[in-house]
């Protein structure tokens, strides 16, 4: 019995040394980039074009660009994902199609990034001719993070109680009506989790969008879906590439701008969230 | 349902039955859970169904409002009809019947929304034609849960207290008008107030409803009930006017169970 105790505390102790340590190389890291980038962090910054000199080089076409990505990529993953979930959830049964479904869904999941910048290549550059084009990456995007938006949302949707469903048909509520107006509200925290991490995913990935083609140099702001582009976590790829020290810096300053677009839709998605929890209570 | 289909004022007059059950049996992935069941209910009483456990109440009461269709593996053989019209025909709709005749669960459920929206959400997603909120306040007099809940419409369902809610969930069916209100253990979760507030509210109803309710509790059955049906392993054993049932059963099984639970 104490021998027990002693193993559990030793394994507690265990876990939290791990997770300070974690946290520990988070901030050191943070700390870094901080120290390099904070002193090219300024409103010219963010207003100029890539240049080949560092003094005059900024993030302007790259944000554009990933702003223009991300809102694309939201657009067509969150109703895609959401709506393949209620499908398999609610309506799917048990048929063979959906058990194909969901084994495929949790496949893709762990599918290396790279593999769907070659899908995206051929299905959507070439095959659609789409061309590298804004849309090209959103596509290619969305097809990377809606395995996460699917198995979140779906997982949201399975904790919604039977009983509340049983009620609103047994009141006359169509199957339909029933998923609209009580388990998508009862599940909306969860599936808004899925997004934001799929989202946050779609940010940060770089490989598929070098692989689509996506420019590296850019001096002009995309004004429609079908312009090229480039996002952030490339010119940062591009920067950080380059011998110069300044470069470095510069891209630890562009690093620190793209936490801040991630941590303002994450702070949204909490805002959100704790709004439709409170009345849901 | 289409509405010829259903017509509840003209059949009223003609038939005294308001549901007809005619052989009914119920197999879960080929298992019978219910048998060969026939019995009718009666309109503007109150019929209950007492048994021992798992003996097929709930199966045979989801199957009159169609609320078994949404277990995959439940198979629905026999006859009922509703007015007179088999409410498993091909040409009928579930969710009509459903309008016609409501449910109440064993264990309160309302909707993690305020009080006004649990009562509100059947009539409006049913495009009730007068005013939501008189209709509102007039379920839950009938429900009698107004006086408690009149100042917080708009608070959460789930503050209410387990009673409360069970009798939310009753204002809640109530605001759908529908001929029949079926009940399944309404009281199980309830202390012994709650219970005869529930049992009081059941007989203010009958006058406009037909009530039929599954029940544990053999004391409750015959204070309440005009009709009890009295099931066994699925089979019915007896159904008769409750005082008779409960007094002076025909059947020796009826009269043991009866009687063991009194004596
Ligand atoms: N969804 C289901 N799937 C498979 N079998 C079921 C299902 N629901 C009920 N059964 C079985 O059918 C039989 C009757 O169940 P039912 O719930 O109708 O009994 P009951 O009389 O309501 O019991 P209780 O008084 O305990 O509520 C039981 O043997 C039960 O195990
Ligand atoms: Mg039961």
Same mark, same amino acid.
């Given at each position: 019995?104490?021998?027990?105790?002693?193993?559990?505390?030793?394994?507690?102790?265990?876990?939290?040394?791990?997770?300070?340590?974690?946290?520990?190389?988070?901030?050191?890291?943070?700390?870094?980039?901080?120290?390099?980038?904070? *002193?090219?962090? $300024?409103? $010219?910054?963010?207003?100029?074009?890539?240049?080949?000199?560092?003094?005059?080089?900024?993030?302007?076409?790259?944000?554009?660009?990933?702003?223009?990505?991300?809102?694309?990529?939201?657009?067509? @993953?969150?109703?895609?994902?959401?709506?393949?979930?209620? +499908?398999?959830?609610?309506?799917?049964?048990?048929?063979?199609?959906?058990?194909?479904?969901?084994?495929?869904?949790?496949?893709?999941?762990?599918?290396?990034?790279?593999?769907?910048?070659?899908?995206?290549?051929?299905?959507?550059?070439?095959?659609?001719?789409?061309?590298? @084009?804004?849309?090209?990456?959103?596509?290619? %995007?969305?097809?990377?993070?809606?395995?996460?938006?699917?198995?979140?949302?779906?997982?949201?949707?399975?904790?919604?109680?039977?009983?509340? /469903?049983?009620?609103?048909?047994?009141?006359?509520?169509?199957?339909?009506?029933?998923?609209?107006?009580?388990?998508?509200?009862?599940?909306?925290?969860?599936?808004?989790?899925?997004?934001?991490?799929?989202?946050?995913?779609?940010?940060?990935?770089?490989?598929?969008?070098?692989?689509?083609?996506?420019?590296? +140099?850019?001096?002009?702001?995309?004004?429609?879906?079908?312009?090229?582009?480039?996002?952030?976590?490339?010119?940062?790829? =591009?920067?950080?590439? /380059?011998?110069?020290?300044?470069?470095?810096?510069?891209?630890?300053?562009?690093?620190?701008?793209?936490?801040?677009?991630?941590?303002?839709?994450?702070?949204?998605?909490?805002?959100? *969230?704790?709004? %439709?929890?409170?009345?849901?209570? | %349902?289409?509405?010829?289909?259903?017509?509840?004022?003209?059949? &009223?007059?003609?038939?005294?039955?308001?549901?007809?059950?005619?052989?009914?049996?119920?197999?879960?992935?080929? #298992?019978?859970?219910?048998?060969?069941?026939?019995? #009718?209910?009666?309109?503007?009483?109150?019929?209950?169904?007492?048994?021992?456990?798992?003996?097929?109440?709930?199966?045979?009461?989801?199957?009159?409002?169609? %609320?078994?269709?949404?277990?995959?593996?439940?198979?629905?053989?026999?006859?009922? *009809?509703?007015?007179?019209?088999?409410? +498993?025909?091909?040409?009928? $709709?579930?969710?009509?019947?459903?309008?016609?005749?409501?449910?109440?669960?064993?264990?309160? #459920?309302?909707?993690?929304?305020?009080?006004?929206?649990?009562?509100?959400?059947?009539?409006?997603? =049913?495009? +009730?034609?007068?005013?939501?909120?008189?209709?509102?306040?007039?379920?839950?007099?009938?429900?009698?849960?107004?006086?408690?809940?009149?100042?917080?419409?708009?608070?959460? &369902?789930?503050?209410?207290?387990g009673g409360?809610?069970q009798r939310?969930?009753?204002?809640?069916?109530?605001?759908?008008?529908?001929?029949?209100?079926?009940?399944?253990e309404p009281c199980s979760a309830l202390d012994p107030i709650s219970t005869a507030h529930i049992e009081d509210l059941m007989?203010?109803?009958?006058?406009?409803?037909?009530?039929?309710?599954?029940t544990?509790n053999?004391q409750q059955?015959?204070r309440v @009930?005009?009709?009890?049906?009295?099931?066994?392993?699925?089979?019915?054993?007896?159904?008769?006017?409750?005082?008779?049932?409960?007094?002076?059963?025909?059947?020796?099984?009826?009269?043991?169970?009866?009687?063991?639970?009194?004596?």
């Open positions: 019995m104490r021998r027990r105790h002693a193993k559990a505390r030793v394994f507690a102790k265990f876990c939290g040394l791990v997770t300070w340590l974690g946290t520990a190389l988070l901030l050191v890291l943070l700390w870094q980039i901080f120290s390099d980038g904070l *002193r090219w962090l $300024d409103i $010219d910054f963010l207003r100029s074009f890539p240049s080949r000199f560092p003094e005059r080089a900024g993030i302007l076409s790259a944000l554009a660009g990933t702003l223009w990505l991300i809102s694309l990529v939201a657009i067509i @993953s969150i109703p895609v994902g959401v709506a393949t979930a209620i +499908y398999i959830e609610e309506f799917g049964g048990k048929g063979k199609l959906v058990k194909i479904i969901d084994i495929n869904i949790s496949n893709l999941a762990g599918v290396p990034s790279i593999v769907y910048g070659i899908i995206g290549l051929t299905l959507f550059v070439r095959g659609l001719q789409l061309e590298r @084009s804004l849309i090209s990456g959103a596509l290619t %995007m969305s097809l990377l993070i809606l395995p996460v938006i699917i198995i979140a949302s779906r997982e949201a949707i399975r904790t919604v109680p039977d009983s509340i /469903r049983h009620a609103a048909i047994a009141l006359g509520g169509t199957q339909w009506q029933t998923v609209w107006s009580h388990v998508l509200p009862a599940s909306f925290p969860g599936i808004l989790t899925g997004v934001i991490l799929g989202l946050s995913r779609a940010i940060g990935e770089t490989a598929p969008l070098i692989m689509i083609g996506a420019l590296t +140099y850019v001096a002009f702001v995309p004004e429609g879906p079908m312009d090229s582009f480039t996002a952030l976590p490339i010119q940062i790829f =591009n920067w950080v590439s /380059r011998p110069q020290e300044e470069f470095h810096e510069l891209a630890a300053a562009a690093i620190i701008v793209l936490l801040v677009v991630l941590l303002s839709m994450n702070s949204f998605a909490i805002f959100i *969230r704790h709004k %439709m929890e409170k009345k849901l209570q | %349902m289409s509405s010829q289909s259903i017509n509840a004022e003209t059949a &009223a007059t003609e038939l005294d039955n308001i549901l007809e059950m005619e052989n009914v049996s119920v197999a879960y992935a080929g #298992n019978y859970a219910v048998k060969n069941v026939s019995f #009718n209910v009666a309109r503007n009483a109150i019929t209950s169904i007492i048994g021992p456990s798992g003996c097929g109440k709930s199966t045979l009461l989801r199957c009159l409002n169609r %609320m078994n269709d949404f277990i995959l593996d439940a198979s629905i053989e026999g006859n009922i *009809r509703f007015e007179g019209q088999d409410i +498993y025909a091909r040409e009928v $709709d579930a969710v009509e019947v459903r309008h016609h005749i409501g449910m109440v669960f064993q264990k309160p #459920n309302p909707f993690p929304k305020s009080i006004f929206k649990n009562v509100a959400w059947g009539p409006t997603v =049913n495009r +009730y034609q007068g005013s939501i909120t008189e209709l509102v306040e007039r379920s839950l007099k009938q429900a009698s849960l107004w006086d408690e809940v009149k100042d917080r419409l708009n608070d959460s &369902a789930l503050g209410l207290s409360q809610q939310l969930c009753i204002a809640r069916a109530l605001a759908m008008e529908p001929n029949v209100l079926l009940m399944d007989f203010d109803l009958k006058s406009r409803y037909t009530i039929v309710i599954v544990h053999m059955a015959s @009930s005009d009709y009890t049906a009295f099931m066994e392993m699925g089979n019915l054993i007896e159904f008769d006017e409750s005082e008779r049932l409960f007094t002076r059963p025909s059947n020796q099984r009826t009269e043991d169970y009866v009687s063991g639970r009194f004596g």
